[in-house]
C-alpha cells in the first residue's frame, strides 16, 4: 500500500516537472531570438497612441508573420535628439543588439541644430553600437523638413541622413515618413506624429528595406 503510495507520487511529480519545462518553452525561446533595437523619439515611442499602435510593434507583427527569429525592442524616447540618442545608445543597446535603427534626427532639424553636428552624432551612434556588437546591422531612417525651414537648412539636413549611412555603412531608410509626413488624416491634430493607419505606413517604410537586411543575415 505504501510503496503503491510512494510510487504514484513520483509519477505526479515528474508529471508536474513536465509541465513546467514546457511551459518555460516559449519565454526559453524567445529569449534564443535575435534583437533589433529601435533607437527613435516620439515618433518611434507612439506618442499620443498605444505603444501597441507604434510602428515598432507592427514591424514585430511582420516578423512573426513570416516566422523569423527577431525580437523588436521599441527605445523611442519623446523629444529626443542625436545628441540624446547618442548618450543612451550603449544603454539602449543593453547587452547587445543584432541590428540597430537609428530613427532620430526630427527634433535636431526643429530645433534648427547645423546638420553638421547631427550627422556627427549620428556617426557616433554608429561607432558606439559597433563598440558593443562589431557585427551589429545598422540601418539609418532619413528624414525631412518642412519647407519654411529655409531651402539651404532644407537641403542640408535632407543629404544629412544618406551622407551618414554612407559614411558608417549603415543601410538607409530614405523617408522614415514616406508617405505619411504632411497628410492630414494620417497625422494626429498636432500634424507631427501620425496616427495608428499613419504608423502602420511607417512600419511598411522601414520594412522595404529591414526585411532584405534580416534575410542577408540569415
Not at 78 to 84: H, K, P, V
Not at 154 to 176: G, H, M, W, Y
Amino acid at each position: 500500500m505504501e510503496n503503491t503510495f510512494l510510487r504514484t507520487l513520483w509519477i505526479s511529480l515528474l508529471l508536474a516537472a513536465g509541465s513546467l519545462l514546457l511551459a518555460e518553452e516559449p519565454s526559453n525561446a524567445n529569449e534564443l531570438n535575435k534583437r533589433i533595437v529601435v533607437l527613435g523619439d516620439s515618433i518611434t515611442a507612439g506618442y499620443g497612441l498605444d505603444p501597441k499602435l507604434a510602428y515598432p510593434a507592427f514591424l514585430q507583427k511582420k516578423i512573426d508573420e513570416v516566422k523569423l527569429p527577431y525580437t523588436v525592442s521599441n527605445a523611442g524616447v519623446s523629444g529626443d535628439t542625436t545628441a540624446g540618442g547618442l548618450r543612451r545608445v550603449a544603454w539602449a543597446m543593453g547587452k547587445g543588439a543584432d541590428i540597430l535603427i537609428i530613427a532620430l534626427g526630427g527634433n535636431d532639424g526643429l530645433r534648427g541644430i547645423p546638420p553638421a553636428e547631427t550627422k556627427k552624432n549620428l556617426l557616433g551612434i554608429a561607432c558606439k553600437a559597433r563598440s558593443k556588437n562589431p557585427e551589429v546591422l545598422i540601418l539609418i531612417a532619413g528624414m525631412e523638413m518642412p519647407d519654411n525651414m529655409g531651402q539651404e537648412f532644407v537641403e542640408a539636413f535632407k543629404t544629412t541622413f544618406p551622407d551618414a549611412a554612407k559614411e558608417s555603412k549603415s543601410a538607409l531608410i530614405p523617408f522614415l515618413l514616406k508617405g505619411v509626413g504632411g497628410v492630414e488624416k494620417l497625422n494626429q491634430d498636432d500634424r507631427i506624429h501620425p496616427t495608428a493607419e499613419g504608423q502602420a505606413l511607417v512600419a511598411e517604410n522601414v520594412w522595404e528595406i529591414l526585411k532584405p537586411a534580416i534575410e542577408s543575415c540569415e
